[in-house]
T-cell receptor, first 110, second 112 residues
Framework: QQQVKQSPQSLIVQKGGISIINCAYE??????FPWYQQFPGKGPALLIA?????SEKKEGRFTISFNKSAKQFSLHIMDSQPGDSATYFC?????????FGPGTRLSVLP | EAQVTQNPRYLITVTGKKLTVTCSQN?????MSWYRQDPGLGLRQIYY???????DKGDVPEGYKVSRKEKRNFPLILESPSPNQTSLYFC???????????FGPGTRLTVL
């Protein structure tokens, strides 16, 4: 019940395209859902986060869509750029500990 | 500069030789945490601490110990390392337990 599932495992997108990464959870106690971006050799860095009282949050080219009833949330990257090539992790927090998805490796082709 | 620092960044050791990975943050954060990152498994939480002298197990605590004697420091201790603890380790901190976490640069540990 603590698990967060994430798909796809890897994603290749052309420059200017839309990248979509999906996550799903079981534990209804989760109340904070961040997305992290990780470049090779670096620690993860927060990209955008959402709480379940809203269904969508947008920051620049990055949007989180949240479906509380389906227990699913997704990251949309609009106008994807080669500099967005990284590994993306979704996560969920229940007020105490964090559970991360296994990650999605995104490659944006120039 | 606000940051989380870890030392060492790279470590190669042998089975059974006790080691400590240090973690320090200068942001006065209450919440600190240790993760290990393995291919295909993402980040798995080892231990976390919600404040000084308060620590709790994460998802994969076996073989690890932590302590939180000061707010800024949260060392990870491997009393008797084994090869299955070869991994990339990250320390993270946040103001409170449900807030944005800031990650350190990582420590790559190899246990032979």
């Amino acid at each position: 019940q603590q698990q967060v599932k994430q798909s796809p495992q890897s994603l290749i997108v052309q420059k200017g395209g839309i990248s979509i990464i999906n996550c799903a959870y079981e534990n209804t106690a989760f109340d904070y859902f961040p997305w992290y971006q990780q470049f090779p050799g670096k620690g993860p860095a927060l990209l955008i986060a959402i709480r379940p009282d809203v269904s969508e949050k947008k920051e620049g080219r990055f949007t989180i869509s949240f479906n509380k009833s389906a227990k699913q949330f997704s990251l949309h990257i609009m106008d994807s750029q080669p500099g967005d090539s990284a590994t993306y992790f979704c996560a969920a927090n229940n007020g105490q500990n964090f559970v991360f998805g296994p990650g999605t490796r995104l490659s944006v082709l120039p | 500069e606000a940051q989380v620092t870890q030392n060492p960044r790279y470590l190669i050791t042998v089975t059974g030789k006790k080691l400590t990975v240090t973690c320090s943050q200068n942001m006065n954060h209450e919440y600190m945490s240790w993760y290990r990152q393995d291919p295909g498994l993402g980040l798995r939480q080892i231990y976390y601490s919600m404040n000084v002298e308060v620590t709790d197990k994460g998802d994969v605590p076996e073989g690890y110990k932590v302590s939180r004697k000061e707010k800024r420091n949260f060392p990870l201790i491997l009393e008797s390392p084994s090869p299955n603890q070869t991994s990339l380790y990250f320390c993270a901190s946040s103001f409170h337990r449900g807030d944005t976490q800031y990650f350190g640069p990582g420590t790559r540990l190899t246990v032979l």
